[in-house]
């Protein structure tokens, strides 16, 4: 028989055991170390690194300008202790535009029309020349008569067939436009690529609906309109080089922080994607110096920030070097967009319909409900399901079936405040509601940039008028690193 003393030393344990059971678990990260993070983030560097990125150009991967910019990042990783990597990827076609003018010559009253415009990617050099113009109305509009030696104006942006047909018809140039009905793209160019090609025949130069429309109009009353034009552009093989830098940690495995490097747009590229680039160096910043002045101890796993050099492309080619040790990534946080937020100063976490994703993208939703409303922080914050094109898709099942590689459960997810040049509304995916969502229960409206892939993608548009929201793009991702790495 058991004797007093133990049966009361029994129950004593018991409720000990039982006390615990039904406690919460201890954060995994104190909410001082989270205030330590958040007063660090520099929203003066933020912005720095934006207009230094810019400056290099439109850093398209192979090019010049994407190498300029590679050896900027790399060297100010250096400056935070890191010892970078470069990765030359496969050759590919790449284009850099030199210089190149429009300008209306007659009427002269309509030589101030054509501002903001863009020459439009693979388009060729052309030496300055003369042309009268035409409306071409429609793709059946095609009157060799009517079109050859002439300037040539499209209400839309041509396919590969129409432009060769107005090639074939004997076009000098092509000018083109985006007719939508909405602030976007009314005084600026919408910028356009052709395809990758080293003969494209005739340049493409993008302009803004306004001077589009206006030129329409005056064709259309018959008047007669002649422009002058010229271009200088390079169309040669390169390498795109991705830079990777590497924050050790004690156990096995890996998290990437990444961001596409290119203004895939050929444009300036400021809120798309230097912020995003800007964003990733900022957590790397913060939480390199945080390690090696022993505030916090070394992260549980390495953490890998990435800048791709092209994007899709350059993270597309990382999966595949990489096939036999994906298992090894525990999880994707790419930034792409977070410089400007139209209309609702909200904070995006997407992927929400990929089953993966679902663990991770709780901890971003639990940040954003905790910090909404917050002075400096979102007023909105909410997860979305997949939208397309992100260098974070690479890594979900699909795009590695796609590749033939290995279907690995890694969660991917991308972190923007804006996207497209108009907002859009998308079904929200079922069973996921943020209490940091004021809108509808059942759809998202997705916030956009209203100078998205355009001329106007200058840091004095974009970033520097709302820094802030960079800062919420680092604020989100680091503080979820710091309860995922540091428990």
Same mark, same amino acid.
């Not at 076009?171 to 436009?177: G, S, V």
């Not at 005056?218 to 390169?238: D, F, H, N, R």
């Not at 004690?250 to 680039?277: E, M």
């Given at each position: ?8 030393? +029994? ?20 909410? #001082? ?65 030199? @210089? ?10 309509? &030589?101030?029309?054509?501002? @903001? ?11 300055? #020349?003369?042309?009268? +113009? ?12 009517? %079109? ?20 074939? /018809?004997?076009? &000098? ?13 009314? %005084? ?7 395809? /990758? ?20 109009? !005056? ?32 156990? $096995? ?10 203004? =895939? ?64 990534? /525990? ?5 792409? !967009?977070?410089?400007?937020? &139209? ?11 990929? !089953?993966?994703?679902? =663990?991770?993208?709780? %901890? ?26 992100? $260098? ?37 995916? !079922? ?14 409206? %997705? ?41």
């Amino acid at each position: 028989m058991m004797d007093f003393n133990r049966l009361i030393n +029994l129950i004593f344990l018991l409720l000990v055991r039982q006390i615990f059971a039904q406690s919460p678990p201890a954060a995994s990260i104190t909410a #001082q170390e989270e205030k330590r993070f958040i007063s660090k983030v520099s929203q003066v560097n933020l912005r720095m690194t934006v207009r230094d990125i810019v400056q290099c150009g439109n850093r398209l991967g192979g090019t010049v300008s994407g190498d300029k910019s590679v050896k900027y990042v790399v060297r100010r990783l250096k400056g935070y202790g890191f010892d970078p990597e470069i990765v030359s990827e496969p050759e590919q076609l790449a284009f850099s535009d030199v @210089h190149w003018n429009i300008r209306i010559e007659e009427p002269n009253r309509l &030589r101030g029309l054509i501002q @903001h415009e863009w020459l439009a990617g693979y388009s060729p050099s052309v030496r300055e #020349q003369r042309s009268s +113009l035409i409306s071409c109305l429609s793709d059946t509009d095609l009157d060799k008569k009517k %079109i050859d030696g002439k300037a040539v104006l499209l209400d839309r942006h041509p396919s590969d067939q129409t432009y060769k047909v107005l090639v074939q /018809a004997g076009a &000098r140039c092509l000018l083109t436009y985006e007719p939508v009905h909405s602030s976007a793209y009314s %005084i600026y160019a919408m910028i356009t690529n052709l395809k /990758a090609s080293k003969t494209n025949p005739i340049p493409v130069y993008d302009i803004s609906t306004y001077a589009g429309e206006r030129l329409k109009s !005056e064709l259309q009353k018959g008047i007669p309109v002649t422009i002058k034009y010229s271009s200088k552009c390079i169309v040669a093989p390169g390498h795109p080089k991705t830079v990777i830098a590497t924050l050790h940690g004690t156990g $096995d495995g890996y998290f990437i922080v990444c961001a596409h490097g290119d203004s =895939d747009s050929g444009g300036p590229g400021a809120d798309d994607n230097a912020s995003g680039v800007s964003g990733v160096m900022e957590i790397a910043r913060l939480l390199k110096g945080l390690v090696d002045d022993q505030v916090l101890p070394p992260p549980s796993k390495s953490i890998r920030f990435i800048v791709w050099g092209s994007e899709v492309s350059s993270s597309g080619y990382y999966v595949r070097q990489h096939a036999q040790e994906l298992q090894k990534i /525990a999880g994707v946080i790419n930034l792409d !967009e977070i410089g400007i937020a &139209r209309p609702r100063n909200c904070i995006y976490f997407e992927g929400n319909d990929a !089953e993966q994703n679902h =663990d991770l993208l709780k %901890i971003f939703e639990n940040i954003g409900e905790k910090y909404a409303g917050q002075r400096g922080f979102w007023k909105e914050a909410t997860t979305n399901p997949l939208l397309g094109g992100l $260098d974070s898709h690479v890594f979900l099942p699909k795009s590695l079936e796609g590749l033939g590689l290995p279907s690995v459960g890694i969660p991917s997810i991308t972190i923007f405040t804006a996207a497209w040049n108009e907002p859009k509304t998308v079904a929200q995916t !079922e069973g996921w509601r943020s209490k940091a969502w004021k809108g509808k229960s059942d759809s998202i409206v %997705i916030g956009y940039s209203p100078y998205y892939h355009s001329a106007l993608d200058l840091p004095k548009m974009t970033t520097d008028k709302e820094p802030v929201d960079m800062v919420w793009g680092v604020n989100a991702a680091g503080l979820a690193l710091l309860q995922l790495m540091w428990k």
